[in-house]
């Protein structure tokens, strides 16, 4: 099975501040790589589709990169709204499919 | 707007069953393979079987092998997954999924991951 490693697992930031996630891979997975946000009591939402396309509907501040085994996402500026956790998934080694730990965001 | 709808879950002591069922609308249901995923209290995701657009091919992590069933009817338009022997790891949110993919692209049932979740039905299993 393919590991998906995500750092960090908490971070703080302020309004306005650009927020970078990390997601590394077992093995070399390309550019399957999906991202999501959840916020408590909901169901996760997809931003970002195949490493750097952005799901319909998600806002131009958010932005994927990277291909093979590192993954990077980015808030280019953190709004009040986007306070969740953030998961990176990998679906080029299936079943199954599997998450990274998530990275918990909140305000500073 | 596309939208998922899960019920059935409920507390039961270890070693019984639950049925969950999942409602879809907004798209056209048969044309997509669909996933159960959880989220154990304070954890992280975690995907737990799926099945193709029509029913031919079906997937489950090992965790669940054995116990669980995942189903679907096309006609009804729902989604089920069968739970027996259950655990007390098994407590927790279970969300239904849709994948991305659509078969109406190109034929075949391809993984392209999950484009639409649910809100989650509870499950907790208790002595």
């Known amino acids: 099975d393919t590991q998906m490693t995500q750092s960090p697992s908490s971070l703080s930031a302020s309004v306005g501040d650009r927020v970078t996630l990390t997601c590394q891979a077992s093995q070399d997975i390309s550019h399957y790589v999906n991202w999501y946000q959840q916020k408590p009591g909901k169901g996760p939402k997809l931003l970002i589709h195949g490493a750097s396309n952005l799901a319909a509907g998600v806002p131009s501040r958010f932005s994927g990169s990277g291909s093979g085994t590192d993954f990077t996402f980015t808030i280019s500026s953190l709004e009040p709204e986007d306070i969740a956790t953030y998961y990176c998934q990998q679906y080029a080694d299936f079943p199954p499919l599997t998450f990274g730990g998530g990275t918990k965001v909140d305000l500073k | ?127």
């Open chain 2, 1 to 127: 707007q596309v939208l998922l709808v899960e019920s059935g879950g409920g507390v039961v002591q270890p070693g019984r069953s639950l049925r969950l069922s999942c409602a879809p609308s907004g798209f056209t249901f048969k044309n997509h393979g669909m996933h159960w995923l959880r989220q154990a209290p304070g954890k992280g995701l975690e995907w737990v079987a799926h099945i193709s657009y029509d029913g031919t091919k079906e997937y489950l992590a090992d965790s669940v092998r054995g116990r669980f069933t995942i189903s679907r009817d096309n006609f009804q338009n729902t989604l089920f997954l069968q739970m027996d022997s259950l655990r007390l790891e098994d407590t927790a949110v279970y969300f239904c999924a849709k994948d991305r993919f659509s078969s109406s692209w190109w034929g075949g049932d391809y993984i392209y991951g999950m484009d639409v979740w649910g809100q989650g039905t509870t499950v907790i299993v208790s002595s």
